[in-house]
């Protein structure tokens, strides 16, 4: 349950209520973007993802985009974005336990768990098995996004935003990362 108050859509004003009607309109209104939406500045900072997410599909494609997205969200334990990602994934015809990855994917997934545990590790040899694949500006697209993501995980886990109601029958696929236990003792 989520740890704020959510006003409804009838309480927004201004550019608030603009972009809630906007999003209502498109049918993509999600529990993440009304809380988001409580506060103006947040939304338009946050809404920012889209434009890294269609960076990052251009410049990996969409498989190893969702890939390395939930990658990033498994690993930082975020339920909420991991079910979407779970979710793509399924679109995409995985199985989001079990597939295969190709070598970029994986140095993606790599990447990605890196991301979240301890970016001053990043090693150089992960950088350059990426630099087979990707361009100098397109990986800096790839962790650019990365960044973006860990920032959404963190706003939906710390504020404990609510799972959105099209994700519920997928909610016991969510494993939670386990590698934080060992940081505890």
Known sequence: MARVNLKQPNELTGEAKKAYEELDKAGKVTNMKLVMLQDYGTYKAFMGWYDSWESLE???GLRAATIYAHSISTTNGCMLCSLF???????????????????NEKLLQELGQQI?????????ELLNGLRKFYTDEQII??????AQMQATNNFNSVLG??????LL???????????????DK
């Open 58 to 60: 251009k410049a990996v």
């Open 85 to 103: 990602f779970i979710s793509d994934l399924k679109e995409l015809g995985l199985d989001p336990n079990n597939f295969e990855t190709t070598e």
């Open 116 to 124: 979240v545990k301890d970016p001053t590790k990043v090693s150089d």
């Open 141 to 146: 697209i790839i962790v650019g996004f990365g």
């Open 161 to 166: 935003v609510d799972v959105d109601q099209r």
């Open 169 to 183: 029958p997928l909610k016991d696929q969510f494993k939670p990362a386990t590698w934080r236990d060992v940081l």
